[in-house]
């Protein structure tokens, strides 16, 4: 059985940091190419992040850019998601996922190339 599970989610205050992180099991991230995306309330499911399975290609949207960090820790399985800086606005559910897709810096795959998927952990940005 495939499985990913996010963890790390919570309250921050604006300017804070939280660490995402997602566990693997049933395969090898190193293999996969992990995304990361985010959902905020009546909003559709956007892409924040992905890293490459073959080598060190990491995308980032621009709103993100220069707070968050993507990084692999293979030897546990495991896929990060370094939250710095946060604002208000990154208010959301983070899902990872997986694909056999390369992550570009252009920023593929998109969603529908991703063929497993977590469930989610909330993160809440707030005073």
């Known amino acids: 059985q495939l499985q990913l599970v996010e963890s790390g989610g919570g309250l921050a205050q604006p300017g804070g940091s939280l660490r995402l992180s997602c566990a693997a099991t049933?395969?090898?991230?190193?293999?996969?190419?992990i995304g990361w995306f985010r959902q905020a309330p009546g909003k559709e499911r956007e892409r924040v992040s992905c890293?490459?399975?073959?080598?060190?290609?990491?995308f980032y949207i621009d709103s993100v850019k220069g707070r968050f960090t993507i990084s692999r820790d293979n030897a546990e399985n495991l896929v990060y998601l370094e939250m710095n800086t946060l604002k208000p606005e990154d208010t959301a559910v983070y899902y990872c996922?997986?694909?056999?897709?390369?992550?570009?810096?252009?920023?593929?795959?998109?969603?529908?190339?991703?063929?497993?998927w977590g469930q989610g952990t909330q993160v809440t940005v707030s005073s």
């Open positions: 996922a997986a694909s056999i897709i390369d992550c570009t810096v252009l920023g593929d795959p998109r969603q529908g190339d991703y063929d497993y």
């Open positions: 049933g395969f090898t991230v190193d293999y996969y190419t």
């Open positions: 890293i490459s399975s073959s080598d060190s290609t990491t």
